[in-house]
């Protein structure tokens, strides 16, 4: 009788123990489904004016040195997203004023475009002062954009943005005079007028951008 109450109770206490490894295993399967860990299939794109870290998903696309195209390939076509492009004031052209001044013209000549059904234009530069996770300072710029039916002259007013630009404006020297250069980071007007959602992979894109020059590296 004794044998067969302890083997009763040797058989609770391993029921027991399994029910308990059972929870214990579920419990850690619905806490890691629930906060999965962060993903980290990145790729890294680099080019003598600058590198960064992007999604592996996208597909970058050079098209010469110091301009590239983030973006997804969608059947045999390449659809641009993010554009990250070095820009220099014209050398034959007035200097801007200001770097300030030289970003918001440049910005808003990026969203200049026309059809044989619509007008597309940008206006009201808003210039805010950014800092990058890296605590990288930059101006971050967001412009009013209106489309124009060519037909009807209905307008639709939306916005183009938010574009990040980065000062690499060298010293000017006497065998070199000041020429404004800057970094942007910036949706593709085509993006944005598709109405293709970008955030997530504009920060990604400006959160590990680095930038190239003779003398450093600078992490943003």
Not at 15 to 37: D, F, M, Q, T
Not at 50 to 55: E, K, L, N, R, S
Request: net charge negative; glycine share 4%; with cysteine.
């Amino acid at each position: 009788m004794r044998r067969m109450q302890t083997n009763q109770r040797n058989i609770l206490i391993i029921g027991a123990v399994v029910a308990a490894l059972i929870l214990i295993g579920g419990g850690w399967y619905l806490i890691s489904n629930v906060n999965p860990p962060p993903s980290t299939d990145t790729s890294t794109f680099k080019s003598k004016a600058f590198w960064f870290d992007y999604p592996r998903i996208f597909d970058v696309r050079e098209f010469e040195t110091g301009a590239v195209l983030v973006g997804s390939q969608e059947r045999k076509e390449f659809v641009p997203l993010v554009q990250v492009m070095e820009y220099k004031s014209d050398p034959d052209s007035p200097l801007p004023a200001s770097y300030e001044e030289f970003v918001t013209q440049q910005a808003l000549e990026l969203c200049g475009s026309d059809n044989s059904e619509e007008s597309v234009e940008c206006s009201t530069p808003v210039v805010e002062p950014f800092t990058s996770l890296n605590a990288f300072e930059g101006l971050k710029v967001t412009l009013t954009l209106t489309r124009t039916n060519l037909e009807t002259q209905e307008s639709v007013a939306s916005t183009f943005g938010p574009i990040y630009a980065f000062d690499v404006t060298k010293p000017a020297t006497a065998e070199d005079p000041l020429r404004y250069t800057s970094i942007f980071v910036n949706p593709t007007l085509q993006a944005t007028l598709s109405g293709t959602e970008v955030t997530e992979l504009l920060d990604a894109v400006v959160a590990r951008l680095v930038i190239s020059n003779e003398d450093s590296q600078l992490p943003l």
